[in-house]
């Protein structure tokens, strides 16, 4: 749906400001505590705790979504794409904060259906959203989401040591074919991950394995990745079939899997570590390789034959 009216009847400018937000209240309807928990005051007053965890993301129009997106895919695509990051931390998410660019010809009927598919979203995975910000823009409409969680035990990026399993959930690749609008965040595998010792390091994968894999590497480790393992999703094959590039690397490259990424302590059973796994989730989970000392003379990630994976870089942002 186009985000735009077509004349001023049905924008956001027939409104104006505070009509507007009264609108943006009626349309979070319960996802939004009364003030003031929520909106209607210069800051949120929180009746729990607001946890340990704290990020940000965002999402823009031509580059996250465009005119053929469900409004409401948008606006849960907002608040998904925050829930991984608190996923991939072995959090649960508590508040949420909004803040909106929204030029004047902003539809307010694309509006509503954006704001009712990020109040299902808040709803469906229990984030209170407790207020934000509007402010007119000329580029747009584009938004930014800030949210808080909670994990006792966060699951961080350089924790991985030598001779850990590298693991990763679902399959990968062909995102753009509808999964980075449609995907479950991974949180209920991140609360289990944290909860156990072996599970040493974890990242959502969101630019892509190919990039993603690299900022578990801190100095000193390297990985050696069974490029055969890596688990290619029908949609990575089918992109490659129009693409003229293999499925692999799709599943490298393409980004937006939303998947968890993560390394297991090497000494530990790996067939014990998966009947585990498969007694709690249905997710797939696939070993594609192990962690290791990083030799200078070699690239950070090889193959197992100990040549440089190919074509292994992911999406990189603000490259020309
Ligand atoms: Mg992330």
Redesign the pocket.
């Known amino acids: 749906m186009r985000p735009f009216a077509d004349s001023k009847d049905g924008s956001v400018a027939a409104l104006g400001e505070v009509a507007l937000l009264e609108k943006i209240r009626l349309w979070l309807g319960d996802a939004m505590p009364p003030a003031p928990e929520g909106m209607g005051d210069d800051c949120a007053v929180l009746s729990r705790p607001a946890g340990n965890l704290l990020?940000a993301?965002s999402l823009l129009y031509n580059r996250h979504f465009d005119d053929r997106t469900d409004p409401a895919r948008a606006g849960a695509k907002l608040l998904l794409?925050n829930l991984?990051?608190i996923a991939?931390m072995g959090g649960e998410p508590r508040y949420a904060v909004m803040s909106a660019f929204l030029p004047p010809a902003t539809s307010l009927a694309w509006l509503e259906n954006f704001c009712r598919g990020l109040a299902a979203c808040a709803r469906e995975f229990a984030t209170a959203l407790a207020g934000g910000d509007l402010t007119e823009s000329t580029e747009g409409p584009g938004f930014s989401l800030a949210i808080t969680g909670n994990a006792d035990r966060p699951l961080l990026r350089t924790t991985g040591q030598p001779g850990d399993r590298l693991y990763v959930t679902g399959a990968l690749g062909g995102s753009l074919r509808g999964h980075h609008l449609n995907f479950v965040p991974r949180l209920p595998e991140g609360r289990w991950l944290a909860a156990r010792p072996d599970v040493r390091a974890c990242?959502?994968?969101?630019d892509g394995l190919g990039k993603?894999l690299h900022a578990l590497l801190r100095d000193g480790l390297g990985a050696t990745l069974d490029t055969a393992s890596v688990p290619l999703s029908a949609a990575a094959r089918e992109t490659a079939r129009e693409s003229g590039r293999s499925a692999f690397w799709h599943a490298c490259n393409d980004g937006e899997d939303y998947e968890l990424l993560f390394t297991v302590d090497g000494n530990a059973d790996p067939a014990a570590f998966m009947r585990s796994w498969r007694a709690v989730f249905d997710v797939s989970l696939t070993c594609i390789g192990k962690l290791r000392t990083r030799d200078p003379a070699i690239q950070p990630v090889t193959d197992t034959a100990g040549h440089p994976v190919e074509d292994f870089s992911g999406y990189t942002h603000l490259r020309t």
């Not at 990242?203 to 969101?206: F, V």
Request: glycine share 0%.
């Open positions: 990020a993301d794409r991984s990051d991939a990242i959502d994968l969101t993603d």
